[in-house]
């Protein structure tokens, strides 16, 4: 089992930045890659982006446009997305999630980031 909790959620204005961070533990030898999803109030959940485990090249959802970015910290089972340049339709519950390729087997509880204009 893989437990994944995120925080660093919050209210920020448009034009802000804010990091989320995700603490990851249990069998953390069972996944290869963390990322994070967003789902807004009434809509499906959206990609956001997703690390490889190894330090490969992140790859995002093309609403990124270069403003998030995704790091992360091996020796704390850690990884962060920073997020600048919000716009309120950031708006949504942020998730982490841990898996394997393309597929998520494990979420945390996920994270309300509110952006106000």
């Known amino acids: 089992q893989v437990t994944l909790v995120e925080s660093g959620g919050g209210l920020v204005q448009a034009g802000g930045s804010l990091r989320l961070s995700c603490a990851a533990s249990?069998?953390?030898?069972?996944?290869?890659?963390m990322g994070w999803f967003r789902q807004a109030l009434g809509k499906e959940r959206e990609f956001v982006g997703a690390?490889?485990?190894?330090?490969?090249?992140?790859d995002y959802g093309d609403f990124v446009k270069g403003r998030f970015s995704i790091f992360r910290d091996n020796a704390k089972n850690t990884v962060y997305l920073q997020m600048n340049s919000l716009e309120p339709e950031d708006t949504a519950v942020y998730y982490c999630?841990?898996?394997?390729?393309?597929?998520?087997?494990?979420w945390g509880q996920g994270t309300q980031v509110t952006v106000s204009s």
């Open positions: 690390e490889g485990w190894s330090g490969r090249t992140a």
């Open positions: 249990g069998r953390t030898f069972s996944y290869s890659r």
């Open positions: 999630a841990a898996g394997t390729g393309a597929v998520f087997n494990y």
